[in-house]
């Protein structure tokens, strides 16, 4: 018996991978890469609620390399800069840096009164 030989275009079988892939939900849902989020949102979602004056007193002024000018996560991290309403945080810079420096962090600690 003779072997049958199809031949399925390339962009037919890519089209169809990615059907496949998108419906396992082996695609990234959105891309956090050059998502910011609100310093409100991120006290919420990485901070343990801390407050935003914790937030900008135990993290972003013990960790100045946090800071955009540093080359950092964080879009005016005092929340006073002319032009920019409000500090805003690189959500997957931010994610990363805080995963490696969760055990520096006292998630304990008290503001001074």
Not at 11 to 26: C, D, F, P, Q, T
Not at 65 to 87: A, C, K, L, M, Y
Request: aromatic residues 8%.
């Amino acid at each position: 018996m003779a072997a049958l030989n199809v031949a399925i275009p390339d962009e037919l079988i890519k089209a169809a991978v990615l059907v496949i892939v998108k419906k396992l939900n082996l695609v990234p849902a959105d891309d956090k890469r050059a998502r910011k989020i609100s310093l409100d949102k991120f006290r919420k979602e990485y901070c343990i609620n801390h407050s935003k004056t914790w937030v900008r007193n135990l993290i972003f002024d013990r960790y100045p390399e946090t800071w955009d000018e540093n080359g950092g996560w964080v879009i005016n991290p005092s929340g006073h800069e002319p032009g920019i309403r409000g500090t805003w945080i690189r959500q997957d810079q931010a994610a990363k840096w805080l995963e490696k420096h969760d055990r520096e962090i006292d998630w304990n600690e008290r503001l001074a009164k």
